[in-house]
């Protein structure tokens, strides 16, 4: 079974700042998708941002990318520009290729954005 | 408004009680999936349901069970209820094709 696992329960960042979120995953199969997904105070989830496993480049959506490391297991999120409405929980999660498949969440992150 | 509904938002019941928690998938998906997050579990996968028929299982107890209908939407049965069983209860939706979920905004259920 594949595990999501994101060992910082939270952190800071400085508006205007950058910051970079930490997830690891396992699993034995050689295609899948990653995701990050954010959840702010209003608890709705946000696709933020979603990289396939067999792409070499790291995903980008205007101030959000990756850094996608297939063969460590890992990808972290690096925020640039941190504005007060990043503020939120954030969470790494992991999908098999199959069309129905489910996706698997880590315990998330909390990011604070100090003005 | 992302498309998939979620009725109702808040939902206070006492323990031992039923409670029904409601469904729409966004447009044209056919595959729906619950999700429960309480403080200490994070996001814990429960059920899935693909044109009406059950596909997958998680971590769901004896007492929830689920459904899918011919006009998709879902529901969420939650019987006997306990105080652990106070969370936020999700339900996306996928066509298959699409690579991630769209998400509903949740039911918060507290059970007193």
């Known amino acids: 079974a594949q595990t999501v696992t994101q060992s910082q329960p939270e952190m800071s960042v400085q508006e205007a700042e950058t910051v970079t979120l930490s997830c690891t995953y396992d699993?034995?199969?050689?295609?899948?998708?990653l995701f990050w997904y954010k959840q702010p105070p209003s608890r709705q989830m946000i696709l933020v941002i979603r990289?396939?496993?067999?792409?070499?480049q790291n995903a980008t959506e205007n101030r959000f990318s990756v850094n996608f490391q297939k063969a460590a297991k890992s990808f972290s999120l690096k925020i640039s520009d941190s504005q007060l409405g990043d503020a939120a929980m954030y969470f790494c999660?992991?999908?098999?290729?199959?069309?129905?498949?489910?996706?698997?969440f880590g315990k998330g992150i909390t990011l604070s954005v100090r003005p | 408004d992302s498309g998939v509904t979620q009725t109702p938002k808040h939902l206070i019941t006492a323990t031992g009680q039923r409670v029904t928690l409601r469904c729409s998938p966004r447009?044209?998906?056919?595959?729906v999936y619950w999700y429960q997050q309480s403080l200490d579990q994070g996001l814990q996968f429960l059920i899935q349901?693909?044109?009406?028929?059950?596909?997958a299982k998680g971590n769901i107890l004896e007492r929830f069970s689920a459904q899918q209908f011919p006009d998709l939407h879902s529901e969420l049965n939650l019987s006997s209820l306990e105080l652990g069983d106070s969370a936020l209860y999700f339900c996306?939706?996928?066509?298959?094709?699409?690579?991630?979920?769209?998400f509903g905004s949740g039911t918060r259920l507290t059970v007193v």
């Open positions: 996306a939706s996928s066509n298959g094709v699409l690579y991630g979920y769209t």
């Open positions: 699993t034995s199969e050689s295609d899948y998708y």
């Open positions: 990289q396939e496993a067999y792409k070499q």
């Open positions: 999660a992991y999908r098999s290729t199959g069309a129905n498949s489910k996706l698997t």
């Open positions: 447009s044209g998906d056919l595959s």
């Open positions: 349901y693909y044109n009406g028929e059950e596909r």
